[in-house]
């Protein structure tokens, strides 16, 4: 069998991509409060020679928001804006997913009307939250019952209808980075002892639920998910990293999911994406500190069916262009990944042989 490069044409799924790299989910937190306009339809377009394009954490329902300017899914006005989105991409002919999305306990009580953010278990997290008067402690949140589980996993599926109306190609489950799927997941924010948490099975009911949920809504084959195998971010930690992703792989792997997507890291000795790939047999999505060699190298070597790229895209547009002819990186200014105007976000040209070095901003 030829070795596959990561510039062929992919199949993750119903999805057909032209190339195996992906533009990876980004917060940039420039929404007009919860919905899309014109500035995203410009970033977004600019973008359209990834092979599938993710869009940032956009939540379910009001109590899953956690940031400022973080876009939604759960009314008219936000699938209207997002609609604006994926007509721009399709005319230019790319092809996007929205990333389905609630905080949990990454949130605070100033965006839900003094009531406490929502969570697996009454786990205080670590760290401030980012509110729209500045960073406050986060606080400790309510654990959700059962009857309010059940309506959370209401609004991923009806997340997912309303993106599908929007005329998104496909949607994300953002099941990383300690927001509330993960939350569920790992030991150390789930303390329950009912049929939501306690062994590795129960713990994992959450995610298993919510794609089955979102997979009856939108499709099968056109639902991802992502999973942050042992990663600590937002203070996250398991007793047994390597037997609850595991777990969780190999669940996914009853559905008809059109892939998982994997933020890299070490676990137990091991990559998060061979760990995944031990027990998912689907297409495969790997992001996290790739550039050009190392992408073409996992592809090659058959780790992954496809690389994330996010910081990348930031300033690289046109990174499809760049890696494939092996163009210069142009660098990024962190000060304006986050809020704040089209500066640094849909100002950045594509390349220009000809054009002399632009330095960091």
Same mark, same amino acid.
């Given at each position: ?18 190339? *195996? ?20 339809? *410009? ?24 940031? $400022? ?12 804006? #997002? ?101 569920? /997941? ?9 049929? #939501? ?9 959450? /995610? ?13 084959? *056109? ?28 669940? /996914?792997?009853? /559905? ?24 998912? *047999? ?44 092996? #163009? ?20 950045? $040209? ?12």
């Amino acid at each position: 069998m030829a070795t596959a490069s990561l510039f062929d044409p992919v199949r993750l799924g119903e999805l057909a991509l032209p190339n *195996r790299i992906v533009m990876a989910p980004m917060t940039r937190n420039r929404a007009s409060g919860t919905i899309p306009g014109e500035r995203n339809v *410009r970033y977004y377009a600019q973008r359209v020679t990834a092979g599938l394009i993710v869009t940032e954490a956009t939540q379910v329902t009001p109590r899953g928001v956690g940031y $400022p300017d973080t876009p939604g899914i759960h009314n008219d006005a936000q699938v209207h804006g #997002w609609q604006l989105v994926t007509e721009a991409v399709h005319r230019a002919g790319g092809r996007i997913a929205l990333q389905l999305w609630h905080c949990g306990r990454i949130s605070h009580s100033s965006y839900h009307g003094g009531l406490p953010p929502v969570s697996a278990s009454a786990v205080r997290p670590a760290g401030r939250a980012a509110t729209t008067s500045g960073p406050q402690p986060l606080e400790t949140p309510h654990a959700l019952t059962g009857d309010e589980i059940r309506e959370v996993i209401a609004a991923y599926a009806d997340g997912a209808r309303r993106a599908k109306l929007a005329g998104f190609d496909a949607v994300e489950i953002h099941g990383a980075n300690g927001y509330l799927i993960d939350q569920f /997941l790992q030991s150390g924010t789930n303390h329950r002892t009912d049929e #939501w948490g306690g062994s590795i099975e129960r713990r994992a009911r959450f /995610l298993f639920e919510v794609t089955r949920a979102v997979i009856d809504a939108f499709g099968p084959q *056109r639902v991802g998910v992502r999973l942050s195998p042992g990663g600590s971010y937002n203070d996250m930690h398991d007793e047994d990293p390597v037997a609850t992703f595991g777990h969780a792989a190999a669940i /996914l792997g009853e /559905l008809p999911c059109a892939y998982v997507h994997v933020v890299e890291a070490q676990v137990a000795g091991q990559s998060a994406t061979d760990l995944v790939r031990s027990r998912y *047999r689907g297409p495969l999505i790997s992001a996290g500190g790739y550039d050009r060699a190392t992408a073409i190298a996992a592809i090659e070597a058959g780790r992954a069916d496809a690389i994330g790229f996010a910081r990348h895209y930031i300033s690289n547009p046109d990174l499809v262009e760049r890696l494939h002819n092996d #163009w210069p990186l142009a660098p990024s200014d962190r000060k304006t990944y986050y809020g704040g105007s089209d500066a640094g976000y849909s100002d950045y $040209p594509a390349y220009d042989p000809g054009a002399a070095p632009v330095s960091a901003r």
